[in-house]
């Protein structure tokens, strides 16, 4: 398996327990459940959680950040069906 590097591309996934990391150009996206149980299982995802806050703080703090993002305003379109 690769490793994630955060912001680097469109399609990266990592799963910790039920937690799902998506990667994207200018955002990295966490969802679902993670239980931290106090046990080495626990302590395993906890170190990797860890790790993710570590390399997306990295990347971060290498960049020149706008203030706030700009998102693009999403556009409606109608139904072709």
Same mark, same amino acid.
């Given at each position: 398996?690769?490793?994630?590097?955060?912001?680097?591309?469109?399609?990266?996934?990592?799963s910790?327990?039920?937690?799902?990391? #998506?990667?994207?150009?200018?955002?990295?996206?966490?969802?679902?459940?993670?239980?931290?149980?106090?046990?080495?299982?626990?302590?395993?995802?906890?170190?990797?959680?860890?790790?993710?806050?570590?390399?997306?703080? #990295?990347?971060?703090?290498?960049?020149?950040l706008? #203030? *706030?993002?700009?998102?693009?305003? *999403? *556009?409606? *379109?109608?139904?072709?069906?």
């Open positions: 398996m690769s490793e994630f590097i955060p912001f680097a591309d469109e399609s990266a996934t990592l910790i327990g039920k937690l799902t990391v #998506e990667n994207r150009l200018d955002r990295v996206s966490l969802y679902g459940d993670l239980d931290l149980t106090l046990d080495q299982r626990g302590l395993e995802q906890a170190k990797a959680l860890q790790s993710l806050a570590n390399r997306v703080v #990295e990347q971060l703090e290498s960049r020149t706008p #203030e *706030v993002l700009a998102v693009a305003p *999403v *556009v409606k *379109v109608s139904n072709p069906f």
